[in-house]
């Protein structure tokens, strides 16, 4: 039994240790600004969740996504079937960065190119976004988002 103690330890520390990455890479975005930006986009423009979106957001960003939150009350996702029916009526939107300006060490700015298509119908809209990351206290977050065109 003396001998089996080395092996046991080794796979606990290992179990452990791959537990805790998988723990800590799950429990938010990478602290780099265009990680938060690209989940601040996913998040806002492909889930269309403000309130998930305001989780890395601050400053102008944050004001503005609370303002819809409270305009919306829960409306946008009011649906008679609920999530289903909401996934089947969004439209189909897609976003890429097209240019990256780093303003200084702590401000960060992304552009990206958003397309917007209804389900139904051939209509088609393009957006350029213009968004703000800033670092305080250490950690970025999304500072302000506009329409750019």
Same mark, same amino acid.
């Given at each position: ?60 960003? !944050? $004001? ?6 409270? +305009?919306?009350?829960? &409306? ?6 609920? /999530?289903? %029916? ?18 200084? !060490? $702590? ?6 190119? +958003?397309?917007?298509? &209804? ?6 809209? /393009?957006? %350029? ?21």
């Amino acid at each position: 039994m003396q001998r089996m103690r080395p092996i046991k330890s080794f796979w606990s520390a290992f179990i452990f240790a791959l537990t805790t990455v998988l723990v800590l890479s799950a429990c938010g975005v990478a602290n780099e600004p265009q990680k938060i930006s690209e989940a601040f986009c996913f998040r806002y423009f492909i889930k269309l969740d403000q309130a998930e979106a305001l989780e890395i957001a601050g400053g102008l960003a !944050a $004001d503005k996504l609370r303002k819809e939150i409270e +305009l919306l009350k829960g &409306a946008a996702r009011n649906f008679k079937d609920g /999530e289903q %029916e909401f996934h089947r009526a969004k439209p189909f939107i897609d976003y890429k960065m097209i240019q990256r300006t780093d303003q200084d !060490a $702590d401000h960060v700015l992304f552009l990206y190119h +958003l397309t917007i298509e &209804a389900r139904q119908g051939n209509e088609k809209m /393009e957006r %350029e976004i213009l968004l703000s990351t800033i670092r305080e206290n250490g950690r970025w977050q999304v500072n302000n988002y506009e329409d750019y065109r």
